[in-house]
């Protein structure tokens, strides 16, 4: 299925109105206030979000998974829901892939696709937390960390394999996201584990084009619970600095325990140009993978304060890759991933308002209550008719979920793909 500007268009032209006066309203009120509403409209118009390939289909729990109708069943119709995305929000300009998912067949036409929807190929995701058929070894006890020489070759080759496949794609980044660790006490040597896993990701680092990227994710528990191996954002800077210059640490933000203070991993990775790419979602109690900022919208606030700060001021960090990683088991994916761009836009352009020279004479003055009225005053901020306004610029939808619902767009889909279909990787 295709969209165009003039459906959108269409839809949309009770909107328009309300949105210019809204819009005209705001822009007079911040400006007032010292405020380049320009400056914002055009940092959220350039504001890309990467969509994981993996959430375009219904990702189910460990106790059940209900399709959702409609699924992409391939590669090729993964990359036209994130057009369609793309063509409502003008925010989702890449596509990430999860190898071997969603290994091209033909790699032309598949570059020619992404082309068409005007995307691009952002970080290529490997896979050592699942067998494959055919493979020799076994993942169970570990991949890049695992005692037996042979499974950690097998592992190297496997994310070399994805270099390769993301290199003919353009893309210009590697995501390790490793599942290893421990259930039970005395199964692993700490020590051991660590050590190896250092050298293989030294191994793969190796192997990167000499413009590519290493993204070392992290996480402190699940699918093993008594340890992980890269447990933490430390041991994922660690690992980094031992590998290299273009390797980084990668924030998920359902990786960290309960009430983690994220925006402070993000100042000092930044601060040491660590950080290089974010993974966004939401949670209430773990990695629940949830809606971006359906859950702690202000604890988002404040982490995108933190990255406004860290983009201006850290010119020795490289400027993040943002990317969506959520599950879908009950809402309409497409539906969720345009919430999740909606809240990222918002958290982005609220910290965009904070008059940053302001906060740091309130902190040299050790002013907490003027602190904290700068911020939560950015934060009671209404922003969606800045929002409305990048995107009416580029001729998206003002109202994207609405648009989405009007065309009927699942229902097409649907009818285009069938009912009973499960996307590929799920």
């Known amino acids: 299925m295709r969209l165009h500007t003039e459906h959108i268009a269409n839809v949309e032209k009770r909107n328009l109105g309300i949105q210019q006066v809204q819009f005209q309203s705001l822009a007079n009120e911040l400006s007032s206030s010292g405020v380049d509403v320009t400056s914002i409209v055009k940092k959220l118009e350039s504001f890309q979000v990467a969509i994981p390939s993996w959430a375009l289909g219904a990702g189910g729990t460990r106790f059940g998974r209900f399709s959702n109708k409609g699924e992409p069943s391939n590669l090729e119709q993964k990359m036209d829901d994130v057009g369609i995305i793309h063509k409502l929000t003008k925010t989702a300009g890449a596509i990430s892939l999860h190898i071997p998912w969603d290994v091209p067949h033909d790699y032309q036409a598949i570059k020619e696709l992404a082309k068409s929807h005007d995307i691009l190929f952002d970080a290529v995701n490997s896979n050592t937390f699942q067998d494959q058929p055919n493979s020799q070894q076994s993942y169970k006890f570990g991949s890049l960390s695992n005692i037996t020489k042979a499974v950690r070759e097998q592992a190297i080759e496997h994310n070399i394999e994805v270099i390769k496949i993301g290199n003919k794609l353009g893309s210009k980044s590697l995501t390790v996201w490793l599942a290893d660790g421990a259930n039970f006490p005395g199964q692993n040597n700490f020590q051991h584990t660590l050590q190896h896993t250092e050298d293989s990701l030294k191994q793969i680092y190796k192997a990167l084009p000499a413009d590519w990227k290493l993204f070392i994710e992290y996480k402190p528990y699940e699918p093993n619970f008594y340890s992980t191996v890269i447990q933490d954002w430390g041991t994922s ?122 906060l740091l004479i309130a902190q040299k003055e050790h002013d907490v209550v003027a602190c904290q009225e700068l911020l939560q005053n950015a934060y009671r901020t209404d922003v969606r008719p800045l929002l409305q306004q990048a995107r009416l610029n580029q001729g998206a939808a003002i109202k994207p979920i609405e648009v989405y619902r009007a065309l009927k767009i699942r229902e097409t889909l649907t009818k285009e793909r069938g009912e009973n279909i499960v996307a590929t990787g799920l």
Request: some cysteine.
């Open 237 to 358: 800077l660690m690992l980094a600095n031992a590998c290299g210059d273009r390797a980084y640490s990668l924030v998920d933000l359902g990786h960290h325990l309960p009430n983690t203070n994220i925006e402070q991993i993000v100042s000092t990775l930044m601060l040491k140009g660590k950080l290089g790419g974010f993974h966004f979602n939401d949670s209430k109690y773990g990695d629940d993978d949830l809606t971006v900022g359906s859950i702690k919208p202000y604890a988002l606030f404040l982490i995108f304060n933190a990255l406004v700060f860290g983009m201006e001021n850290n010119p020795q960090n490289p400027y993040p890759a943002w990317m969506i990683d959520a599950s879908h088991n009950i809402k309409d994916p497409i539906e969720d991933l345009m919430q999740s761009l909606e809240a990222i836009q918002e958290a982005y352009a609220k910290a965009l308002l904070v008059d940053q020279n302001a």
